[in-house]
């Protein structure tokens, strides 16, 4: 079985732009996760997403979003992009809200120049 | 809020010696607890998890006894290789407000774990 995947990998953008991350769970896996990983914060959670529906926020300001689709696959965009925002962007997939064990991607690297 | 902490790193160690990395938490009710592991250039990998208090969670030659009593999960295998190096993360998580999310994992720092051969 396939596992979490991210696109893309790698990422460039300069200052103000806005940038859009998906990530496509395991099959048959219906929740997903969005982490950002930095050297100075660690791994901060961002948002999970079930059926659809956003079940939790962590706390980022608005310029961070996210969907869900019908068939499970996610996308998360930043607007505005800040320098601060350089970080590994990992996306973890689990069954569902009754699921303790998260499954995470190989993550998308976004650099912001 | 709910917290991790996790040993200071980095751990260097030679090969087949003894890795322990402590791992505290706090959280209010009855998180379940995690351990994850990072290879480089990877994402995170599920390494064992332990649901209630008492249970020991295994993996690879890795255990964690979840101990309320003390509030920790620490993280050990009594041989380590080589290939063990990686960074290592301790994790908890909580049903949601109302809900039944297990969806938001609180992570400790990290651990940098190097193994000499």
């Not at chain 1, 929740?31 to 706390?59: A, C, D, H, I, M």
């Not at chain 2, 917290?3 to 980095?10: A, C, D, N, R, Y």
């Not at chain 2, 480089?40 to 332990?50: I, N, R, W």
Request: net charge positive; proline share 4%; glycine share 12%.
């Amino acid at each position: 079985k396939a596992g979490v995947t991210q696109t893309p990998r790698y990422l460039i953008k300069t200052r103000g732009q806005q940038v859009t991350l998906s990530c496509s769970p395991i099959s048959g896996h219906r929740s997903v996760s969005w982490y950002q990983q930095t050297p100075g914060q660690g791994l901060q959670f961002l948002f999970e997403y079930f059926s659809e529906t956003q079940r939790n926020k962590g706390n980022f300001p608005g310029r961070f979003s996210g969907r869900q689709f019908s068939n499970s696959r996610s996308e998360m965009n930043v607007s505005t992009l800040e320098l601060g925002d350089s970080a590994l962007y990992l996306c973890a997939s689990s069954l569902g809200p009754e699921s303790s064990e998260q499954y995470f991607g190989p993550g998308t690297r976004l650099t912001v120049t | 809020g709910n917290s991790v902490t996790q040993m200071e790193g980095p751990v260097t160690l030679s090969e087949e010696a003894f890795l322990t990395i402590n791992c505290t938490y706090t959280a209010t009710g009855y998180p379940s607890l995690f351990w994850y592991v990072q290879y480089p250039g990877e994402g995170l990998q599920l390494l064992l998890k332990a649901t209630k208090a008492d249970d020991k969670g295994s993996n690879k030659g890795f255990e964690a006894t979840y101990r309320k009593e003390t509030t920790s999960f620490h993280l050990e295998k009594g041989s380590v290789q080589v290939s063990d190096s990686a960074v290592y993360f301790c994790a908890l998580s909580r049903r949601g407000a109302g809900g039944t999310s297990y969806g938001k994992l609180t992570f400790g720092q990290g651990t940098i774990l190097t193994v000499h051969p």
